[in-house]
């Protein structure tokens, strides 16, 4: 499982970075999970998981896009490896599960762009 190493506020959204070598397998861009965690919640996309705080919650409402990126050496330039925009709905669900302790939801209420 990948974990993003960390995330930066751009305009838009947030970019999401990955500084491992395993590939980032999201199989089906629809299928995300959101799961419940001390800090905020992950989303979980196939391989891969983002964590978000819930400080971020309001900045994401505003600005609904996670655009992933995996470091690759040697490369300086990079395209995204994944974008997800997150829709009025799901922000909305981010909220009601940090005032559940132990709540997951899975569904397709996003959309995801691999590339």
Request: proline share 4%; charged share 20%; net charge negative.
């Amino acid at each position: 499982m990948l974990t993003t190493s960390c995330c930066l506020k751009v305009q838009n959204g947030i970019i999401a970075l990955v500084d491992e070598p395993e590939e980032i397998n999201t199989i089906n861009g629809h299928n995300i999970e959101v799961e419940k965690k001390d800090y905020g919640v992950n989303i979980i996309v196939g391989n891969l998981t983002i964590p978000i705080p819930e400080k971020l919650f309001d900045y994401l409402a505003e600005n609904p896009i996670i655009a992933v990126y995996q470091l690759k050496r040697y490369s300086y330039v990079a395209e995204p490896d994944l974008i997800i925009n997150l829709d009025k709905l799901t922000l909305m669900l981010l909220r009601g599960i940090c005032q559940h302790h132990s709540y997951s939801y899975m569904g397709d209420a996003v959309t995801a762009v691999c590339h």
